[in-house]
C-alpha cells in the first residue's frame, strides 16, 4: 500500500537532522535515569517486595506465561540465545533507527513520534523511581526462575549482573522492571512501522516486534507479564500527554527564543535588485552644479513626439504669466 502523507504536508520541505537540539533531549533523559537508578539502589528490600507482590497478582489472576518461557529458553539454546541478543541490544538499536528514519523520510511527523516516546520514557523513570521492582532472575531460586542472561553469558557481551557489557552492570538499574520500557519502545516502534512503513513487510513488522518482545522479556526472565501490561499502559499515557506538552513547549520557545534570536541587519548592497541602486538615468535629473529642469515632455505630449522648436519653448514658458 503505497504511503500517505497528511493532507497539506505533501509538499513540506525536508529538513537535515538537527543533532544539536535533539542530542540535549537524549541526554536529559539519560540523565533522570542516572538520578533514578541513584535513588533505588538502596532499596533492594522493598524491590523483592514488591516483585514478590506482583507474583501474588498474576497468581490470583491464574496468570503464569513466565515459567513456561523461561523454562523453554532455558532448555533450549538455540532459542535462549537469540532471545538474550534480543533483550540487550534492539531496543538500543531499532528505536534511534527508527527515529533517525522519521527524521529524514516523515519529517512531518517526527516531532509527534518523538514527544510521545520522550513523554513516556519520564513517566516511566518516575515509576522505576516510586516503585522499585525486582526481576524474577533476581528473585530467590525457590520461585523457579533461571537468569538466562547469566546462563548464556559467555555468547554474548553481557555478565550475570544486566544486559549491559561486561564490568558496567552497576551502571544499570537492576530493579526497574516496573514498567516495562523494552515493551513501550517496541510498542512504539510497532505504531510508528503500522502508520509510516507503507509497505506489507513494515506492517507485519509493526506487529510481530511488540509481540516477540513481550515473549523474550518474559522468557528471560527480566520482567512479569504485568510489567509488559504496564509499559503499553505508559505509552497509552505518553499518547494521550504529548500534545500538552508540545503546547507547552512550543509556549516557552515563544518566550524564551526571541530574546537571543539577533536582528538581522540589512546590508547596502541587499536593499535593492536593480543595478543602479535606486540612482534615476531619466531625463531631467538634477546633477551636482547643474540647476533643475523642466520636465522634457509637455503634458499631453507623447516621448516620441518631436521637440518643438526653440522658439515655441519660450512662448509656452511664458504662457503661464500672460
Known amino acids: 500500500m503505497p504511503h500517505t502523507e497528511t493532507p497539506g504536508t505533501e509538499g513540506a520541505p525536508a529538513t537535515r537532522l538537527r543533532w544539536w537540539t535533539e542530542l540535549p533531549l537524549i541526554l536529559l533523559v539519560y540523565a533522570c535515569y542516572s538520578a533514578g537508578r541513584l535513588l533505588v539502589r538502596g532499596d533492594v528490600t522493598d524491590a523483592v517486595n514488591h516483585g514478590l507482590a506482583i507474583l501474588r497478582i498474576e497468581q490470583a489472576l491464574y496468570l503464569n506465561a513466565e515459567h513456561p518461557l523461561n523454562r523453554l529458553l532455558t532448555r533450549e539454546p538455540w532459542l535462549g540465545i537469540p532471545a538474550d541478543f534480543w533483550y540487550a541490544s534492539l531496543h538500543y538499536l531499532v528505536t534511534p533507527a527508527l527515529l533517525i528514519w522519521l527524521f529524514r523520510s516523515r519529517a512531518v511527523h517526527f516531532r509527534a513520534a518523538r514527544t510521545w516516546l ?6 516511566g523513570l518516575i515509576g522505576f523511581t516510586l516503585l522499585p521492582t525486582c526481576p524474577p532472575r533476581l528473585l530467590d531460586a525457590s520461585h523457579g526462575f533461571v537468569d538466562t542472561m547469566a546462563q548464556y553469558s559467555s555468547y554474548g557481551w553481557w555478565a550475570g549482573e544486566a544486559s549491559a557489557p561486561r564490568g558496567l552492570g552497576g551502571l544499570t538499574n537492576q530493579y526497574a522492571a516496573m514498567p516495562s520500557l523494552h515493551v513501550g519502545w517496541a510498542l512504539w516502534c510497532g505504531v510508528i512501522l503500522w502508520r509510516h512503513g507503507g509497505t506489507r513487510l513494515a506492517k507485519t513488522a509493526g506487529i510481530g516486534y511488540p509481540l516477540v518482545t513481550v515473549v523474550v522479556v518474559m522468557g528471560t526472565a527480566n520482567h512479569y507479564f504485568l510489567d509488559a501490561v504496564a509499559g503499553a499502559a505508559v505509552m497509552g499515557a505518553g499518547l494521550l500527554l504529548a500534545p500538552v506538552v508540545s503546547r507547552n513547549t512550543d509556549r516557552l520557545k515563544a518566550r524564551v527564543l526571541p530574546r537571543f534570536v539577533p536582528v538581522p541587519v540589512a546590508s547596502p548592497a541587499s536593499g535593492s535588485p536593480i543595478v543602479s541602486d535606486g540612482c534615476q538615468t531619466s531625463a531631467g535629473e538634477q ?19 518631436s521637440p518643438p522648436a526653440r522658439g515655441e519653448d519660450a512662448e509656452t514658458a511664458a504662457a503661464p504669466a500672460r
Open 118 to 123: 520522550m513523554t513516556s520514557t519520564f513517566i
Open 287 to 305: 546633477f551636482p552644479g547643474q540647476r533643475q529642469l523642466e520636465p522634457r515632455f509637455a503634458s499631453g505630449t507623447e516621448p516620441g513626439d
